[in-house]
């Protein structure tokens, strides 16, 4: 079966956590990633300006890890992105902003990548959200 994944809770949130075990164990049971989106505060799971607690896991690292690992197309909502101060260096430099917080393998582009996943996909499956 072939996957998206849409995350829409930043990553302090338990639900962050279940999508990427999720995915995790979509990919281990044999199974295909389309891609995944991140979306409204989901968008600061791709932000390298996250400090995560010591006693906490850091589910912005460990995302990076994973989508570098298993080499999966992770997309962060530019629009979403923006509004939170969640910037790569081409943004940053539009905006004249001095904090970059997106790099590879993160991309930020359109929510037309979503609807395109869905196009791909057997299932959307999302996490979080208001």
């Known amino acids: 079966?072939?996957?998206?994944?849409?995350l829409f809770s930043a990553a302090h949130a338990p639900s962050s956590r279940r999508a990427l075990l999720f995915a995790q164990a979509a990919l281990a049971g044999g199974h295909e990633i389309v891609r995944l989106f991140f979306y409204q505060d989901g968008v600061y799971n791709a932000s390298d300006a996250v400090v995560t607690p010591q006693d906490?896991?850091?589910?912005p690292?460990?995302?990076?890890?994973?989508?570098t690992e298993q080499q999966l197309d992770g997309v962060v909502c530019i629009a979403a992105a923006l509004r939170r101060g969640v910037l790569n260096?081409?943004?940053a430099k539009r905006y004249q902003r001095e904090a970059v917080a997106v790099s590879a393998p993160w991309e930020l582009s359109?929510?037309?990548?979503?609807?395109?996943?869905v196009q791909d996909a057997d299932?959307?499956?999302?996490?979080?959200?208001?």
């Open 89 to 91: 260096d081409e943004e």
């Open 110 to 117: 359109g929510l037309g990548q979503l609807h395109d996943a």
């Open 1 to 6: 079966m072939k996957f998206a994944i849409a």
């Open 56 to 59: 906490e896991r850091d589910l």
């Open 61 to 67: 690292k460990q995302w990076r890890a994973f989508i």
């Open 123 to 130: 299932r959307l499956i999302c996490f979080g959200g208001a």
